[in-house]
């Protein structure tokens, strides 16, 4: 009896040695981009979430024991030489025209905080829930399981390990502020060696850069057969959150910051192809300064032609600042604690950030103001034809109804 224990505890003891030394192995293999700033695990004890359904409380397939074990040994190898290198400050300049056209406003507002906001998140909540439940509504991807999701679609999840939250980026709804709070709350980026604590001093071209964040996508090169797992645990404990916006409006808002301004990026792989297919230009210039010189330009009428032919996403994916939230954020496989809107930003980032525990840390970078607003939808599709704008919203039905935006209905009948 007692050497079968020894066995026993000596095969224990083995297998954590060689989990060790493959995480070793991985950390010297490349991953010095890859971090992962972990506490414990340890139960939120601020304001309470709206009362979830029985559906809240799915249970994985492992022990709850097994859960806790792995994601507290996994994270505890990681080290903070991991984090990203130092970092020169270049904070941001509120007068570009970049941030103007974005619809940036640096000047300081206090949210409003309404009495409502716990109903309010509760049926959103209920309102995605029951649509991602309803066979009424059907669009691409919806039936199928998390394991079935690829990892090249898990990079819109953000991970903080030590408040415990994961935020699920959506291009054009804010995300840059978002970005550069995660940052703040993770430790994940240094300046001067030290962490940054003001979101609004992190330089631009920093926040979008992919090794400033834990992904999921990038478990798989860490924890390998382990990461989906260990991506299920966090999902069940952590606070998952998104932000979304009306989903025309945020078209319009990324015309407006990728083709009204000379962005060579998308002028080159976007603009190029659509005034070739869709305005008729044989020869165009090299460059967007040159194109723009010479008055060629994209009009929105072209992006609705690119958004709508079935050609575009036989070649490629739709880009991210156009791809539609529940192909970003997989709403129906992922149970969001927090649905975020950015019609009501400021007070939802207030929210949040008493929810995260963390308001008193830190405050949500100065408004968001709505340039692109919902009231130009008739002006800006007032010259695309009636059968264009039904299929559009066909494109989008799914982020418009899961999310509980009306459908605009002026923009599709005579």
């Not at 799915?58 to 990681?78: I, M, N, Q």
């Amino acid at each position: 009896m007692t050497k079968a224990r020894l066995f026993r505890l000596w095969l224990v003891l083995g297998s954590v040695f060689m989990i060790l030394l493959i995480i070793v192995y991985w950390d010297s293999a490349g991953a010095a981009h890859f971090y992962l700033h972990t506490s414990f695990s340890r139960p939120h004890t601020g304001p309470p979430l709206p009362t979830p359904g029985p559906d809240r409380d799915r249970e994985l397939t492992a022990d709850s024991d097994v859960d806790e074990f792995l994601d507290k040994f996994l994270s505890a190898g990681v080290k903070q030489s991991d984090l990203p290198r130092k970092e020169t400050e270049q904070p941001p300049a509120p007068g570009s025209m970049e941030e103007s056209v974005r619809g940036y406003d640096w000047s300081p507002r206090d949210a409003r905080r309404s009495p409502d906001q716990g109903r309010q998140q509760a049926e959103r909540r209920s309102v995605l829930r029951g649509f991602c439940a309803n066979s009424s509504l059907a669009f691409p991807t919806k039936e199928r399981a998390f394991d079935d999701i690829p990892n090249s679609e898990l990079s819109h999840l953000i991970v903080d390990d030590r408040h415990e939250a994961i935020y699920c980026y959506v291009p054009k709804v804010a995300c840059t502020n978002w970005k550069r709070v995660m940052i703040v709350l993770s430790g994940s980026l240094l300046h001067r060696g030290a962490p940054y604590r003001d979101p609004l001093r992190i330089p631009r071209e920093h926040v979008h850069n992919a090794s400033a964040h834990l992904t999921f996508n990038k478990f798989w090169r860490r924890y390998g057969k382990l990461s989906r797992h260990l991506m299920k645990v966090k999902l069940k404990k952590y606070t998952k959150f998104l932000f979304v916006r009306d989903p025309f409006v945020r078209l319009i808002s990324a015309f407006r910051s990728k083709f009204e301004l000379e962005n060579e990026e998308f002028y080159r792989k976007f603009a190029v192809p659509m005034l070739r297919l869709y305005a008729n230009h044989t020869s165009l210039p090299a460059s967007a300064r040159e194109a723009f010189r010479a008055g060629l330009k994209v009009s929105f009428a072209n992006f609705i032609q690119y958004l709508l032919d079935p050609h575009t996403e036989k070649l490629a994916p739709f880009n991210e600042h156009w791809r539609q939230v529940y192909r970003l954020c997989h709403p129906c496989q992922i149970d969001y604690d927090f649905v975020g809107k950015l019609e009501t930003l400021d007070e939802d980032a207030a929210q949040l950030l008493q929810l995260l525990q963390v308001d008193r840390q830190l405050r949500f970078p100065p408004s968001y103001r709505n340039r692109t607003a919902s009231s130009w939808e008739e002006d800006w599709f007032a010259k695309i034809p009636l059968a264009w704008r039904q299929q559009l919203y066909k494109l989008y039905e799914a982020d418009f109804v899961l999310f509980g935006y009306p459908k605009p209905e002026n923009l599709l009948r005579d």
